[in-house]
T-cell receptor
Framework: DSGVTQTPKHLITATGQRVTLRCSPR?????VYWYQQSLDQGLQFLIQ???????AKGNILERFSAQQFPDLHSELNLSSLELGDSALYFC????????????FGPGTRLTVL | DQQVKQNSPSLSVQEGRISILNCDYT??????FLWYKKYPAEGPTFLIS?????DKNEDGRFTVFLNKSAKHLSLHIVPSQPGDSAVYFC?????????????FGQGTRLTINP
């Protein structure tokens, strides 16, 4: 158990819908990262937040957004969903904003029908 | 542009022998490297890391070697155990303006045969 929690574990929705994925980092970690793992892809970095502020952006679509709240939990919002958005979404956390070890949650499996 | 490559999608090793997983990277800005292990339906689990100022880091049965001139790192597992069967991801990290850019390889599926 990494100490990072993600809800829900599974999510099934239809195209065009909007969903919110939630992540609680390990106690004491200030950085939260979001990753997407599609069927044939490795882990793709989406976005990083550090202590409530956006710190880095990766391959995140404009239809996706995230935020980190004062209690340091984070939410990833996915809107106008398409079939290709079906994937595993992982959250990770670390103590620092820069180089360091990231600890991953169990993931949310999103299926778009 | 695949900045981190694990060229072997799968590897099969006999229990008790050494498992060697390889990883190559292209960006010389990467200065911290990590290996993660992933079981189906679970998140990646951190295994071991190495900073670019070192060429070897050891933790129990796991040793990571870094060859900066060749931009190559490897993970050695010895002796290999059936519970080591999983997908192993190599990741490379660089600090970009105070943020961590972590790039993952495609993974190698390791199977340990009894």
């Amino acid at each position: 158990d990494s100490g990072v929690t993600q809800t829900p574990k599974h999510l099934i929705t239809a195209t065009g819908q909007r969903v919110t994925l939630r992540c609680s980092p390990r106690s004491g970690d200030l950085s939260v990262y979001w990753y997407q793992q599609s069927l044939d892809q490795g882990l793709q970095f989406l976005i990083q937040y550090y202590n409530g502020e956006e710190r880095a952006k990766g391959n995140i679509l404009e239809r996706f957004s995230a935020q980190q709240f004062p209690d340091l939990h984070s939410e990833l919002n996915l809107s106008s969903l398409e079939l290709g958005d079906s994937a595993l979404y992982f959250c990770a956390s670390s103590v620092v904003a820069g180089v360091g070890t990231q600890y991953f949650g169990p993931g949310t499996r999103l299926t778009v029908l | 542009d695949q900045q981190v490559k694990q060229n072997s999608p799968s590897l099969s090793v006999q229990e008790g022998r050494i498992s060697i997983l390889n990883c190559d990277y292209t960006n010389s800005m990467f200065d911290y490297f990590l290996w993660y292990k992933k079981y189906p339906a679970e998140g990646p689990t951190f295994l071991i890391s190495i900073s670019s100022i070192k060429d070897k880091n050891e933790d129990g049965r796991f040793t990571v070697f870094l060859n900066k001139s060749a931009k190559h790192l490897s993970l050695h597992i010895v002796p290999s155990q059936p519970g080591d069967s999983a997908v192993y991801f190599c990741a490379a990290s660089a600090d970009i303006q105070g943020a961590q850019k972590l790039v993952f390889g495609q993974g190698t599926r390791l199977t340990i045969n009894p």
